[in-house]
């Protein structure tokens, strides 16, 4: 099936930027929030999907540098960029914009570690180097994820771009009508290995493919867990799909980020 055609920017539905008290959101329609901050605190992580999705850290605990499908308000990367201070984050965004709301939702300007690219990021990703830790796809616009985003071709082009060892977290909406086919190619593109948290962010299926290095090949260095213990941790998770129960995997996004938010760094 060849990708959908994007529209262009005179044909987008326009962007919605709300402030109710304390909290900002970006919406694409009247109630279909898409991101979330706090003014109070810009750099937190106020949706449960985006909790959910730093659950990449229990595999990749050190990551050197993360590329994020999809900018929306930025939630994604304000956090990892306060938090993840030793990796270089590259975001790719299509919607210029989107990139124009970044001051209203408080998103650094572009720095050595912060770079934000108006592009496809499936032409992108496709002719990207192996030398990328975390991929996270979270690329949504009014009609939902853009066919390219989940094509056989793309999810390969993820694993490719990935080092060993590296994550791809793909956010697929549970009710979407292709929700099946997009699990199945993107198991199939990682091997089969590839979990979800079951019941971790709702109708947010969030889905982590791992890319294994290949038979006898060294266990990369410069994590700071042991390797062995970081193999246990990733078998268990991947053979139970987290912590089994959705109110536990829930607890472990929550605790995963405010452990995060609080090591020093």
């Known amino acids: 099936m060849p990708p959908r055609s994007e529209p262009t920017e005179s044909c987008r539905p326009a962007l919605l930027v709300r402030t109710r008290g304390n909290r900002r959101t970006l919406e694409f329609q009247d109630g279909d929030i898409q991101s979330e901050m706090l003014l109070s605190h810009p750099d937190a992580l106020v949706l449960d999907y985006a909790r959910a999705m730093m659950c990449f850290a229990l595999?990749?605990?050190?990551?050197?540098?993360?590329?994020?499908?999809?900018?929306?308000?930025?939630?994604?990367?304000?956090?990892?960029?306060?938090?993840?201070p030793r990796a270089r984050i590259t975001v790719l965004e299509i919607s210029a914009e989107v990139i124009a709301l970044r001051n209203q939702f408080c998103v650094p300007s572009d720095d050595a570690r912060l770079r934000i690219v108006?592009?496809?990021?499936?032409?992108?990703?496709?002719?990207?180097?192996?030398?990328?830790?975390?991929?996270?796809?979270?690329?949504?616009?009014?009609?939902?994820?853009?066919?390219?985003?989940?094509?056989?071709?793309?999810?390969?082009?993820?694993?490719?771009a990935l080092r060993t060892g590296g994550v791809l977290v793909a956010n697929i909406l549970a009710y979407d009508p292709l929700h099946d086919t997009l699990v199945a190619r993107l198991r199939q593109a990682f091997g089969g290995r590839a979990c979800d948290f079951h019941g971790i962010a709702g109708n947010n299926h969030l889905l982590f493919g791992i890319k294994a290095p290949p038979r006898g090949h060294p266990q990369e260095h410069g994590h700071p867990h042991p390797a062995r213990l970081r193999q246990r941790l990733r078998g268990y998770l991947m053979r139970?799909?987290?912590?089994?129960?959705?109110?536990?995997?829930?607890?472990?996004?929550?605790?995963?980020?405010?452990w995060l938010a609080r090591r020093p760094v």
């Open 59 to 84: 595999f990749a605990p050190a990551p050197r540098h993360i590329l994020m499908v999809g900018l929306g308000g930025g939630s994604l990367a304000k956090f990892c960029y306060r938090h993840f």
């Open 118 to 160: 108006h592009t496809d990021a499936a032409d992108y990703i496709r002719g990207a180097p192996a030398s990328v830790d975390v991929i996270l796809v979270d690329g949504f616009d009014a009609a939902g994820m853009p066919e390219a985003l989940g094509s056989a071709q793309f999810y390969t082009d993820c694993r490719r």
């Open 240 to 258: 139970h799909r987290g912590l089994r129960f959705p109110f536990l995997n829930r607890l472990l996004a929550r605790a995963l980020v405010a």
